[in-house]
């Protein structure tokens, strides 16, 4: 079955241009961040993976978002969004390049999208307000992240075991965990983004990965929007 044409991308008018800017809607947001939930039952409803793939030569982002029965993990529905990046690369600012073309393709979905598993952080970040958590305030979307690699944070490295997991912290403040989803594979940093417990982005994550260190959703992401943004610039 032939995939939809990507949606379009609308940058609003409004977007910010600078740091200075971007980082007073940080600031301005980040209080809305809701910690407590509690979220959807682990492996009910649907689980939506969002991920981008950048083409900085062209100034192109491409985004996806792949619905799965999270109980399954048998797909439901994907959409794919591509337009311009809309903001320069800064760190702990990456939402402003990512957000508008996630948005796009979270639109362009049928089915409800239930938990947004997000590739990056959501309060394991600087200002406690990564990615994860920014899309969960905007559209009011439970949403969890889970990063590839701990940012900045510190952590003891979790026992070898799957399940086995230790803070990520700042100071003396737990602000994600390291999780093995896989025996003797390195973890990936699990953290709350909007309306969804720690704990319980912590089960999330444990349940979308029963076989690789990735979530499912996540996996499927990733290759989408690399396949999305292949196919727009025509390579």
Known sequence: MA????????????????????????????????LTGPGPEVGAGNATGVDVAY????????????????????????????????????????????????????????APPGLVVCDGYGVAHPRRFG???????????????????????????????????????????????AVRTRTGVKPVYVSAGHGVPLGRAVAHTLSLAPAYRLPETTRRADALCRSALKAAAGD
Do not use: M
């Not at 379009?8 to 961040?33: F, G, H, I, N």
């Not at 900085?56 to 029965?69: F, I, N």
């Open 55 to 110: 083409d900085e030569a062209r100034g192109l982002v491409a985004a996806a978002a792949v619905v799965l029965d999270a109980a399954t993990l048998e797909e439901v529905e994907e959409a794919t969004a591509v337009g311009p990046v809309p903001f320069p690369y800064v760190p702990g600012l990456l939402a402003f390049r990512e957000l508008p073309a996630v948005l796009a393709a979270l639109a362009a979905l049928d």
């Open 131 to 177: 990615l994860a958590s920014h899309l969960g305030v905007l559209t009011g979307l439970p949403s969890i992240g889970v990063a590839k690699n701990p940012f900045t944070f510190a952590y003891e490295p979790p026992g070898d075991r799957r399940g086995d997991r230790t803070p990520l912290t700042d100071g003396t403040e737990e602000v994600g965990c």
């Open 3 to 34: 995939r939809p044409a990507p949606a379009a991308v609308t940058v609003p008018a409004d977007w910010p241009a600078t740091e200075a800017e971007a980082l007073a809607v940080q600031e301005s947001l980040r209080t809305r961040v809701d």
